[in-house]
């Protein structure tokens, strides 16, 4: 049986890093690569299958961007019953990868992570993974397990050997001795094994981890020319094939890849954000989202692409180079008698469309504005990724929440806009720490931070969540500049009647029932010369909680969990969620002038049954609406929208 190496992931912007997936020839299935935000989402698009997932191999270094989709993809693991109790890196980003770990202490784990990070040698039946270090970055040799010659059964016939316990001495390599006194040995009826093949994964951010591995890389692999001992065998391994994952910061590609074919000579994938357009890899939600947009095109974005590309030399690609796309799929044969072979996966790419992204700056809206970027809860799937909501007022903006991925998304609605928007935010607001709520929200932070740096006016970025995000943050960051952390406790209503006052706006809590340190939130934007005051509310995760509605009083936006619908009482009970009825109960008491309903659970594929909620009839006087991705909307729009639900149901059914 062959063993099968594809393509998990590649460079775009709905997931930033590459990584591949090998299928073993007995079937334990192992990640290398980097696990940046997306990955997740890919995979399960993919149908990667993850039940025979052994190990993971981390490349590169771990900085956020490329392992910050790690503990999303190690929670869905461990809640299938997968438990990854290793992470490999290379000895130059051991202690940073156990830093990594321990950070992971003080999220809210409904199932904890059980992990550690080695740097050793890994061996089992398969394959015998070696660990490399340039410049701190890890890169690996993999060594595939030669394939125990084929027993000879007529062979050992003809010697005389009689079936049952002598054949099976002689395949556990012991000698029989016959009757007549003859000795017959293994090699008597055992073929040659097959000679094993190498693979190199390595990965050079910098330019400083290339030129040492170009320095480097002959004497190690002259010291494993030979298969190391614990393989039991003295066969040379033979190098088949490298994937070569370059940085953004290395220029200069074709020099670079004549350097590692001259002194290699086997196949090289390459990886370089340069190599590749950028459509959409989500075809099935773009296919979902385009149907919305086509009914209403007010209301649902056209996603940003690009097609700038430099495609590879036809000189280089002539020796066996070419670029690691989605559809990349090699057969590594064992058999050196066989040739390994690249063969076509089926996985179309979505068509790139070069469209110019709709930004409107807050200072030109007409009124606040609400971008639902996530609506899901737990983990993202086809349709829906996990929460997160942007509120827009004249006077800036804040992300309420922030899963997974809601920079790619954003990116996605404003592609080279995308600073534009994150500049004018004003707060990073953080309800409690499962992490489906905030791991998204590092990286806005850190691109906020880079922005700042290139201007010469600086703006500073409120940070409010939980005291253990606020220690999350800090760890992470590689300064705090330009950012002012706030303890959500310390805008508890009873600590401050009046809120934490900032210049533009006010930030009050009070404690949602959920898990310990989650908050709701009341968030006064101020009046402006332009534009009225505007109170939005916004639950998080919680139970119905009269203090909340008492909190956010005449709220004109409340934007609330709806986890659960009507027939699952029970269960929203016993996971401290809300009810669709629920969540409008409070809005009715907090007399809120209008109601976003979202955090949808993901056990609905759709949308669940909303009964007469959204007909003619209904007898809630507020306008209320469902949330769908990355739908985009002014608050005068909520009447609409909500009378478009049968519609975008009917649309959804048709799917």
Same mark, same amino acid.
């Given at each position: 049986?062959?063993?099968?190496?594809?393509?998990?992931?590649?460079?775009?912007?709905?997931?930033?890093?590459?990584?591949?997936?090998?299928?073993?020839?007995?079937?334990?299935?192992?990640?290398?690569?980097?696990?940046?935000?997306? /990955?997740?989402?890919?995979?399960?698009?993919?149908?990667?299958?993850?039940?025979?997932?052994?190990?993971?191999?981390?490349?590169?270094?771990?900085?956020?961007? %490329?392992?910050? *989709?790690?503990?999303?993809?190690?929670?869905?693991?461990?809640?299938?019953?997968?438990?990854?109790?290793?992470?490999?890196?290379?000895?130059?980003?051991?202690?940073?990868?156990?830093?990594?770990?321990?950070?992971?202490?003080?999220?809210?784990?409904?199932?904890?992570? &059980?992990?550690?990070?080695?740097?050793?040698?890994?061996?089992?039946?398969?394959?015998?993974?070696?660990?490399?270090?340039?410049?701190?970055?890890?890169?690996?040799?993999?060594?595939?397990?030669?394939?125990?010659?084929?027993?000879?059964?007529?062979?050992?016939?003809?010697?005389?050997?009689?079936?049952?316990?002598?054949?099976?001495?002689? !395949?556990?390599?012991?000698?029989?001795?016959?009757?007549?006194?003859?000795?017959?040995?293994?090699?008597?009826?055992?073929?040659?094994?097959?000679?094993?093949?190498?693979?190199?994964?390595?990965?050079?951010?910098?330019?400083?981890? /290339?030129?040492?591995?170009?320095?480097?890389?002959? %004497?190690?692999?002259?010291?494993?020319?030979? $298969?190391?001992?614990?393989?039991?065998?003295?066969?040379?391994?033979?190098?088949?094939?490298?994937?070569?994952?370059?940085?953004?910061?290395?220029?200069? @590609?074709?020099?670079?890849?004549?350097?590692?074919? +001259?002194?290699?000579?086997?196949?090289?994938?390459?990886?370089?954000?340069?190599?590749?357009?950028?459509?959409?890899?989500?075809?099935?939600?773009?296919?979902?989202?385009?149907?919305?947009?086509?009914?209403?095109?007010?209301?649902?974005? #056209?996603?940003?692409?690009?097609?700038?590309?430099?495609?590879?030399?036809?000189?280089?690609?002539?020796?066996?180079?070419?670029?690691?796309?989605?559809?990349?799929?090699?057969?590594?044969?064992?058999?050196?008698?066989?040739?390994?072979?690249?063969?076509?996966?089926?996985?179309?790419?979505?068509?790139?469309?070069?469209?110019?992204?709709?930004?409107?700056?807050?200072?030109?809206?007409?009124?606040?504005?609400?971008?639902?970027?996530?609506?899901? &809860?737990?983990?993202?799937?086809?349709?829906?990724?996990?929460?997160?909501?942007?509120?827009?007022?004249?006077?800036?903006?804040?992300?309420?929440?922030?899963?997974? =991925?809601?920079?790619?998304?954003?990116?996605?609605?404003?592609?080279?806009?995308?600073?534009?928007?994150?500049?004018?935010?004003?707060?990073?607001?953080?309800?409690?720490?499962?992490?489906?709520?905030?791991?998204?929200?590092?990286?806005?932070?850190?691109?906020?931070?880079?922005?700042?740096?290139?201007?010469?006016?600086?703006?500073?970025?409120?940070? =409010?969540?939980?005291?253990?995000?606020?220690?999350?943050?800090?760890?992470?960051?590689?300064?705090?500049?330009?950012?002012?952390?706030?303890?959500?406790?310390?805008?508890? #209503? $009873?600590?401050?009647?009046? *809120?934490?006052?900032?210049?533009?706006?006010?930030?009050?809590? !009070?404690?949602?029932?959920?898990?310990?340190?989650?908050?709701?939130?009341?968030?006064?934007?101020?009046?402006?010369?332009?534009?009225?005051?505007?109170?939005?509310?916004? %639950?998080?995760?919680?139970?119905?909680?009269?203090?909340?509605?008492?909190?956010?009083?005449?709220?004109? /936006?409340?934007?609330?969990?709806?986890?659960?619908?009507?027939?699952?009482?029970?269960?929203?009970?016993?996971?401290?969620?809300?009810?669709?009825?629920?969540?409008?109960?409070?809005?009715?008491?907090?007399? =809120?002038?209008?109601?976003?309903? +979202?955090?949808?659970?993901?056990?609905?594929?759709? @949308?669940?049954?909303?009964?007469?909620?959204?007909?003619?009839?209904?007898?809630?006087?507020?306008?209320?609406?469902?949330?769908?991705?990355?739908?985009?909307?002014?608050?005068?729009?909520?009447?609409? /929208?909500?009378?478009?639900?049968?519609?975008?149901?009917?649309?959804?059914?048709?799917?």
């Amino acid at each position: 049986m062959s063993t099968y190496i594809q393509c998990l992931s590649r460079i775009s912007t709905d997931v930033k890093q590459p990584s591949i997936y090998l299928t073993s020839k007995n079937g334990p299935r192992y990640i290398f690569g980097t696990i940046g935000e997306g /990955l997740q989402r890919l995979r399960d698009r993919r149908s990667f299958r993850t039940n025979r997932l052994t190990a993971l191999f981390l490349t590169g270094t771990t900085e956020w961007d %490329s392992v910050s *989709g790690l503990p999303g993809l190690l929670l869905c693991l461990n809640s299938r019953g997968v438990a990854i109790d290793k992470l490999y890196v290379g000895d130059g980003q051991l202690e940073n990868a156990q830093e990594m770990v321990n950070s992971w202490n003080l999220f809210k784990f409904h199932d904890p992570i &059980a992990t550690e990070p080695v740097s050793e040698i890994y061996e089992d039946g398969n394959i015998q993974v070696i660990p490399l270090n340039f410049a701190g970055s890890s890169s690996f040799i993999l060594n595939m397990k030669p394939l125990r010659g084929k027993f000879l059964a007529k062979k050992a016939i003809a010697l005389g050997v009689k079936p049952g316990k002598q054949f099976g001495l002689l !395949c556990n390599k012991q000698e029989v001795v016959l009757e007549n006194g003859v000795v017959v040995k293994p090699e008597d009826v055992i073929e040659e094994p097959e000679t094993p093949a190498k693979v190199l994964i390595l990965d050079l951010p910098t330019e400083s981890s /290339l030129v040492e591995c170009l320095q480097q890389l002959p %004497s190690h692999l002259n010291k494993l020319k030979k $298969r190391p001992a614990t393989l039991k065998s003295d066969l040379e391994a033979e190098l088949h094939l490298c994937y070569l994952f370059l940085g953004e910061e290395l220029k200069d @590609l074709e020099h670079i890849l004549e350097k590692f074919h +001259t002194m290699l000579q086997c196949k090289i994938v390459v990886s370089h954000k340069s190599l590749y357009a950028d459509p959409p890899l989500f075809n099935e939600f773009v296919a979902y989202q385009s149907k919305f947009r086509a009914e209403f095109p007010r209301f649902f974005p #056209l996603f940003y692409s690009k097609n700038a590309e430099t495609h590879l030399d036809p000189s280089l690609t002539a020796k066996g180079i070419e670029v690691l796309s989605l559809q990349h799929s090699y057969v590594l044969e064992h058999n050196t008698k066989k040739e390994s072979v690249f063969i076509p996966e089926t996985f179309p790419e979505m068509e790139v469309t070069d469209v110019e992204p709709n930004f409107i700056p807050c200072a030109s809206l007409s009124e606040p504005q609400v971008i639902t970027l996530g609506t899901g &809860a737990s983990v993202p799937t086809k349709y829906r990724n996990v929460i997160s909501t942007v509120v827009r007022h004249r006077s800036g903006s804040a992300i309420l929440d922030a899963g997974e =991925a809601t920079l790619n998304n954003l990116t996605r609605i404003y592609g080279p806009r995308t600073d534009e928007f994150i500049d004018e935010l004003q707060l990073c607001y953080i309800s409690h720490m499962h992490a489906d709520h905030h791991i998204g929200m590092l990286s806005i932070i850190e691109r906020f931070q880079q922005i700042q740096q290139q201007k010469e006016t600086k703006k500073t970025l409120v940070v =409010a969540g939980p005291k253990l995000y606020i220690n999350f943050c800090k760890t992470w960051l590689k300064s705090v500049t330009g950012v002012r952390f706030v303890d959500n406790n310390s805008c508890l #209503l $009873r600590y401050n009647p009046d *809120g934490r006052v900032f210049p533009d706006f006010s930030v009050k809590t !009070c404690p949602a029932i959920h898990c310990a340190s989650s908050y709701n939130v009341t968030i006064d934007f101020f009046k402006t010369d332009t534009a009225q005051n505007f109170r939005v509310s916004y %639950s998080g995760d919680t139970r119905p909680n009269m203090e909340f509605a008492k909190l956010g009083s005449g709220s004109d /936006l409340l934007i609330h969990e709806a986890t659960h619908g009507d027939d699952l009482t029970e269960e929203a009970l016993a996971k401290k969620h809300s009810t669709i009825s629920e969540a409008i109960s409070v809005a009715i008491e907090m007399q =809120a002038k209008s109601l976003v309903l +979202t955090h949808i659970s993901q056990r609905y594929p759709r @949308l669940p049954d909303v009964g007469s909620l959204f007909d003619a009839e209904n007898p809630h006087s507020m306008p209320l609406c469902f949330a769908f991705d990355t739908m985009t909307f002014g608050l005068s729009d909520i009447p609409e /929208l909500q009378s478009m639900v049968p519609k975008m149901s009917e649309l959804m059914e048709a799917e």
